[in-house]
Nanobody, 124 residues
Framework: QVQLVESGGGLVQAGGSLRLSCVAS????????MAWFRQAPGKEREFVAT????????YYSDSVKGRFTISRDNDKNTVYLQMNSLNPEDTAVYYC?????????????????WGQGTQVTVSS
């Protein structure tokens, strides 16, 4: 079992930036494909970005492509989500997700491991 703890959320004005972090513990971090999802009020949870074991492959949803960057530091057991040019439509609870193995989340679906979420609020 892998445990995930997100941090870095907050309130930011439109056009601003935030960096989310997710620290993993309990298993070998580099064995997991990592991803970020988000859920806005009244909406279903949606995929945001995913990154391969090594960090060499990434994939983004169309709504964040070019504005968000996912990265990971396997020595620190941490995955990041750098969010730039934020707009009110990015307001949501952001969740970290882990999937064991090599299959990327955008093709194979979310893994069973979730963090508790961190709130991001973008004001207009």
């Amino acid at each position: 079992q892998v445990q995930l703890v997100e941090s870095g959320g907050g309130l930011v004005q439109a056009g601003g930036s935030l960096r989310l972090s997710c620290v993993a513990s309990g298993r070998t971090f580099s064995n997991y494909v990592m991803a970020w999802f988000r859920q806005a009020p009244g909406k279903e949870r949606e995929f945001v970005a995913t990154i391969s074991w090594s960090g060499g492959s990434t994939y983004y949803s169309d709504s964040v492509k070019g504005r968000f960057t996912i990265s990971r530091d396997n020595d620190k057991n941490t995955v990041y989500l750098q969010m730039n040019s934020l707009n009110p439509e990015d307001t949501a609870v952001y969740y970290c997700n882990a999937r064991y193995g090599a299959l990327m989340v955008h093709t194979a679906g979310a893994g069973p491991h979730w963090g508790q979420g961190t709130q991001v609020t973008v004001s207009s």
